[in-house]
């Protein structure tokens, strides 16, 4: 014991409380009730060091206990001893002498590692070696079976768990677990290996591990080739991968994991817009974007010997649908057979196509697929829709409905007074119209050449013979067809006088 009694130095301090400043080497602290009769029962309690790495191998080749083990003798009597008569490997064997110990049936005697840390490793086990008969006394019916406990601690040997509890027959290395009454030393076939599942404390830094054999006076047990050793991982690299990088708001993507060298823990981020914004565990996860943009994805995995991250910046491309359409510009009423109807909308946003429908029987003669088309239109009303769309689909459409008025067809007809006259004479014409609007126009004309004035008649006495009246009307109606119209022709004869 390399330790300092607090501000008593020595070893009798009369109190139930000391303080201790630890050195680095193991052993035990003992108390012993005195009173001036004599010495009462004395307690001990086994204080290990901490900074035991692994492998911790133990074979007793040197001593027993190995340094930095400490060794319980609950009754100061017989406990383990180093022996050279039996080993499993090597040249020795730790050696628990039952054989002959009759003294103190169910005393414990601990072999007791230092802390040992489970950092950094993972799967940790404990591999030893034993070899043990216990006392046969065949007709006597009092066998004597001694037994092996192995206990751990993670609090400095306050608490322990049992990892291992073997007696008698069960911890019998002889064929069928037998016993004999001879004292037992074993040879090279009669060890047994043992394995113990340590991996629940991994990342413990203070692992004490004791093997505690309980005396019933039986026959001797032996251990050797201990080894305490965990796997050694890596820090694990984190990656992933997408289903696919560019989708339309509201489509989901399905985050793969790549890492390497075993993570044991993952923490996702998938960025703005996504939903679930964040997750944990391997995956795959299947992530929602509702909104358009370009997130981020991040990885961050994690194992017991480090953690890395990976961020894949603007991973994803989340392309958005077109914008709403504006108002349709232009004009709302149009004349049956109407052209050169031009419609037209703003720019919309994320659009990269524009699709416009027209009344029935009426054509798109120029600009389908842009923001602007001109119409001829039939003889059907209707509405002018244009729906904005791009490779993610389509936009709120807008709507125009179109009154179309029904054209009216102008006809002409002229009458005159006479159409056989003298030289000289005056012939009046008079047109009969029909739908020539409230201000029609008229046009007469001589041979093809316009006379006259804007009037529904027309009177002249110029004729010569064989002159031909006609008259040309351009109807005041809004919707018309065949404008202007002809009217008939009338030939005028022109008589000679008598020479
Ligand atoms: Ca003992």
């Known amino acids: 014991m390399d330790g300092t009694f607090g501000k008593y130095n020595n070893s009798r301090t009369r109190t139930t409380a000391i303080t201790v400043t630890m050195g680095s080497t193991a052993g035990n602290i003992t108390v012993t009730p005195i009173s001036t009769c004599g010495n ?61 110990y009759t003294a103190n049936l169910g005393t414990k005697d601990e072999l007791q590692t230092q802390a040992i840390s489970f950092v950094g490793k993972t799967s940790h086990t404990l591999t030893f070696k034993h070899a043990y008969a216990w006392m046969d006394r065949t007709g ?25 509890y073997k007696g008698g027959n069960t911890l019998s290395t002889l064929t069928s677990g037998a016993g004999q009454q001879a004292a037992f030393t074993p040879t090279s076939g009669q060890w047994v290996s043992n394995n113990i599942d340590l991996s629940a404390y991994d990342g413990q830094s203070g692992v004490i591990i004791k093997f505690v054999a309980i005396n019933r006076n039986g026959n001797n047990l032996y251990l050797d080739d201990i080894n305490i050793n965990g796997t050694t991982t890596v820090a694990p690299i984190a990656d992933f991968s997408a289903n696919k990088t ?144 791009n490779a993610c689909g389509n936009g709120t459409a807008a709507i125009l409905p179109i009154a179309l008025t029904n054209s009216v067809a102008p006809t002409i007809f002229i009458a005159a007074t006479d159409t056989t006259i003298c030289s000289g004479q005056q012939v009046d014409f008079t047109a009969n119209t029909t739908n020539g609007g409230l201000t029609p126009t008229y046009v007469w004309k001589i041979n093809g050449t316009p006379s006259g004035s804007n009037t529904a008649t027309f009177s002249t006495s110029l004729l010569n013979d064989q002159d031909v009246v006609s008259a040309e009307l351009t109807s005041s109606e809004v919707c018309s067809s065949a404008n202007p119209a002809i009217s008939n022709n009338v030939k005028i004869e022109v008589l000679s006088a008598p020479s």
């Open 40 to 100: 009462g029962t004395a307690a001990t309690l086994s204080v290990s060091t901490a900074g035991g790495s692994t492998p911790l191998v133990e074979g007793f080749e040197t001593s027993v206990p190995p340094s930095n083990w400490t060794l319980n003798n609950a009754d100061n009597g017989t406990t383990w001893s180093r022996t050279t008569a039996a080993f499993a490997t090597g040249t020795a064997s730790a050696k628990m002498t039952f054989f002959g």
């Open 140 to 164: 006597t019916a009092n066998d004597r079976r001694d037994s092996l406990r192995i206990l751990v601690s993670t609090d400095c040997g306050n608490t322990w768990t049992q990892l291992f």
């Open 246 to 389: 560019t989708v339309c708001a509201g489509g989901t993507v399905v985050f793969t994991d790549a890492s390497s060298n075993a993570p044991t823990n993952y923490s996702w981020d998938f960025g703005a817009g996504a939903s679930p914004a964040i997750a944990t565990g391997v995956g795959p996860h299947t992530v929602t974007y509702s909104t358009s943009g370009t997130p981020t994805v991040t990885l961050v995995v994690s194992n017991i010997s480090g953690s890395n991250t990976n961020t894949k910046t603007n991973y994803i491309s989340v392309d958005p649908l077109p914008s709403a359409v504006g108002a349709i510009s232009g004009g709302a009423s149009v004349c049956e057979g109407a052209t050169g109807n031009v419609f037209t909308i703003s720019s919309v946003s994320n659009a990269s196509d524009y699709t416009w429908t027209v009344p029935s029987g009426s054509t798109i003669t120029a600009g389908m697929g842009s923001t602007s088309i001109t119409v001829t239109f039939g003889s059907t009303a209707g509405d002018i829709t244009i729906t904005p769309s």
